[in-house]
């Protein structure tokens, strides 16, 4: 009887083929501006991924030709120049050799005395650093922001419970908590809030000022009414950068708060925390240092490849000891592998992929400074598309660009909002179903509007010139068409 294994036959030939698969992905990114930013899929193609379960074996060569023609040929688009969608990085081909080479060796992170192990610990390390954080912080790397912040909430739960509450739960509190945030705040807080057992409600939002921060006169006051109401406040999660318009609070006088009322910062700076290492726009996260505990998202702003996050947490004892448990099988050892620190002890996570690498690497290879100038130039490209778009008359800045997310419209109807958005929509949709450009859309204040964040290091100006020269152009055209010319005020530029 012959034992099989995963190992290929003739390595040979598998060399071949993975020096196509090479040659191929520096095609695709050196290319990547010569494509269109997004294609639909054809149902032919939908079709054969909705493929049976194999049984039997199939040349490799055949299986990766598959995934050239249907996968590698329909990306999302997030690394064309031209996709400003959502908030999403660019990734870069440096790391993702860097994931490749994470994969062939295979290292499980979860714990052990191993270089990935110590890469992931230096990585963090120099996370720490970018932001000002000490070097007696502790933090860890996640699969991404939600993660992040949910892990940065956990720790500020357990420390202000005012019980044991790993061993008796949420329902041995003395008091119920109050965690605050602004009514800008991402979804993934909600999810976090519900996760920690402690229910939606417990999560106030406090409305925002004119520039989209959280009003502080507003949460001081909440604060006072909850206190006197007999629960406890616990955390403020402070926006840097929200998602909708990238505003930031004012970290500076929440730290000043939190201090006073002995609340838990938490920044989530998914978005502008890394704005910490950009020269020019620094001052904007200034605070960001003096929180308790950070979430952050190199798989954005740094253009790592998805996934990776990180939560950095001031208080390192604190951060342990919300997730550390002695496993009879975990046991520490004087030597060798099972001498290192348990990486599994800062998480949720048991088993952890090796994500330090594509990040060590390009940060090696590129230098901390070359990212913190592309986030002043994004920055920098968002301001120029906030002049653009105010010069243009039949467009209209909605929001203006702090950092580096504009909101703006086609002037349809004023009198008719939803006619309004359908047009909106409808340039959003034929702008990607073109090609042209990915954008999303959002409401603020009741408000449709588009809105593009710029985060992405292949985007340049004659792009963005592009951009606002194309919705004009789509919303001449869409605002003509028989099912909005009838209702638009506009009809007589049709004729
Ligand atoms: C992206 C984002 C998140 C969630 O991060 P993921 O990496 O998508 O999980 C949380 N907060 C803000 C402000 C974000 O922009």
Redesign the pocket.
């Known amino acids: 009887m012959t034992e099989e294994t995963l190992d290929p036959m003739d390595w040979k030939r598998v060399q071949a083929l993975a020096h196509r698969v090479v040659d191929d992905s520096v095609a695709f990114l050196r290319d990547v501006r010569e494509r269109p930013a997004w294609r639909e899929m054809p149902p032919e193609v939908r079709a054969q991924i909705a493929a049976p379960l194999p049984r039997l074996p199939a040349p490799l060569e055949d299986v990766y030709a598959e995934v050239a023609e249907t996968i590698m040929a329909y990306p999302m688009g997030n690394v064309h120049p031209r996709f400003w969608s959502?908030?999403?990085g660019a990734s870069n081909f440096t790391g993702a050799l860097g994931d490749f080479l994470a994969a062939v060796q295979g290292s499980n992170l979860g714990g052990g005395d191993h270089a990935a192990a110590l890469m992931d610990r230096q990585v963090v390390d120099w996370l720490k650093e970018m932001l000002g954080f000490p070097a007696s912080a502790s933090g860890t790397l996640v699969?991404?922001?939600?993660?992040?912040?949910l892990i940065g909430l956990l720790v500020a739960r357990n420390v202000k419970a005012g019980v044991d509450i790993r061993e008796l739960g949420v329902g041995a509190m003395p008091q119920p908590l109050r965690f605050y945030g602004s009514d800008q705040?991402?979804?993934?807080?909600r999810k976090a809030i519900e996760a920690l057992g402690l229910g939606n409600r417990a999560l106030s939002r406090i409305p925002t000022d004119p520039k989209y921060r959280i009003d502080i006169v507003a949460l001081r006051a909440a604060i006072a009414e909850d206190r006197a109401a007999g629960f406890r406040p616990a955390c403020v999660i402070a926006?840097?950068?929200?998602?909708n318009t990238g505003a930031v609070d004012d970290l500076a006088a929440l730290a000043d708060l939190a201090a006073k009322e002995d609340l838990w910062l938490h920044v989530?700076?998914?978005?502008?925390a890394l704005v910490a290492i950009a020269p020019d726009n620094s001052w904007q996260v200034a605070g960001l240092a003096r929180a308790n505990s950070v979430?952050l998202?190199p798989?954005?702003w740094l253009h790592a490849p998805?996934?990776v996050?990180c939560v950095l947490v001031r208080d390192a004892a604190a951060h342990r000891g919300a997730f550390a448990t002695a496993q009879e099988y975990l046991e520490s050892k004087p030597r060798g592998l099972a001498s290192g620190t348990w990486l599994h002890e800062y998480g949720l996570q048991t088993t952890r992929g090796f994500r330090a690498l594509k990040l060590w690497m390009s940060l090696k290879e590129h230098g901390v400074e070359k990212f913190g100038r592309l986030i002043d130039q994004n920055i920098a490209q968002a301001h120029e598309l906030s002049r653009l778009i105010q010069v243009e008359p039949e467009l209209e800045l909605v929001s203006p660009a702090t950092l580096n997310i504009v909101c703006f419209r086609y002037r349809s109807e004023k009198s008719d909002p939803q006619l309004a958005k359908a047009i909106n929509v409808e340039i959003m949709l034929r702008l990607q179903e073109q090609g042209t450009a990915v954008l999303s859309d959002t409401t603020l204040r009741g408000a449709h509007c588009l809105r593009a964040a710029i985060a992405n290091h292949r985007t340049r100006r004659e792009d963005l010139e592009l951009l606002v020269r194309e919705v004009v152009r789509l919303g001449r055209e869409i605002g003509c068409e028989k099912q909005f010319r009838a209702k638009s005020a506009f009809a007589e530029r049709c004729e």
Request: overall charge negative.
């Open positions: 959502w908030f999403m699969s991404g922001g939600s993660m992040a912040n705040i991402h979804g993934c807080h926006n840097a950068g929200t998602v989530d700076g998914c978005i502008g979430a998202d798989h954005k998805f996934e996050g």
